[in-house]
């Protein structure tokens, strides 16, 4: 299966344990997205990178909220000292984007990691 | 900013007929719209999307929408649903730059046979 990747598929946590999430996505895709999905809401844009330099964060991606992309392939997500509210489904897409290019490049979704905090 | 506002969150219709799911968007500049599905338990899955040219966008699995730029609409139709079709459907608009895409509530769509 050459499409986007998450895993874990799920996660149960305490309260104030830290996790860490990875994203795999599609081969040769420069650019790779997270976003959260609370349940009943649609998907909140969380960071992207483009290759390994994260362009952009979102204010909801609070200071227990990190994302790295290391070498520009897989990237991790680590919430630490997670609170109920983090409870949400965490989504990873990727997409083939020239810098500054106008032109529309779909994004591809991953089937999510859900996290539960107890 | 963009934002996007579904009206629905419930739509209940009964299997071969038709529906319609709306969609509102708000946006300063220049947009691109979409539709995506997303069945239990799985990640999204593109419809269709508008970018330029013909208002009457045609997708995946019989859907099709229509932008409306007067009305800053894109609305979702089928005209005959399946049982399959049953799933969260969710509006999304981006910048052209297409790296902050803005999604809506989504609307669980239930077809009953």
């Known amino acids: 299966d050459t499409g986007v990747s998450q895993d874990p598929r799920h996660k149960i946590t305490k309260r104030g344990q830290n996790v860490t999430f990875r994203c795999d996505p599609i081969s040769e895709h420069n650019r790779l997205y997270w976003y959260r999905q609370t349940l009943g809401q649609g998907p909140e844009f969380l960071t992207y990178f483009q290759n390994e330099a994260q362009l952009e964060k979102s204010r909801l991606l609070s200071d227990r909220f990190s994302a790295e992309r290391p070498k520009g392939s897989f990237s991790t997500l680590e919430i630490q000292r997670t609170e109920q509210g983090d409870s949400a489904m965490y989504l990873c897409?990727?997409?083939?984007?020239?810098?500054?290019?106008?032109?529309?490049?779909?994004?591809?979704f991953g089937p999510g990691t859900r996290l539960t905090v107890l | 900013a963009q934002s996007v506002t579904q009206l629905d969150s419930q739509v209940p219709v009964f299997e071969e007929a038709p529906v319609e799911l709306r969609c509102n968007y708000s946006?300063?500049?220049?947009?691109?719209l979409f539709w995506y599905v997303q069945y239990p338990n799985q990640g999204l899955q593109l419809l269709l999307k508008?970018?330029?040219?013909?208002?009457l966008v045609k997708g995946i699995n019989g859907f099709e929408a229509e932008f409306n730029k007067s009305q800053t609409s894109f609305h979702l139709r089928k005209p005959s649903v399946h049982i399959s079709d049953t799933a969260e459907y969710f509006c999304a608009v981006s910048d052209l730059a297409n790296n902050d895409m803005r999604f809506g509530a989504g609307t669980r769509l239930t077809v009953k046979p």
């Open positions: 508008y970018l330029s040219g013909s208002t």
């Open positions: 897409a990727s997409s083939y984007t020239l810098p500054r290019d106008g032109n529309y490049n779909e994004q591809f």
């Open positions: 946006s300063s500049v220049s947009v691109y």
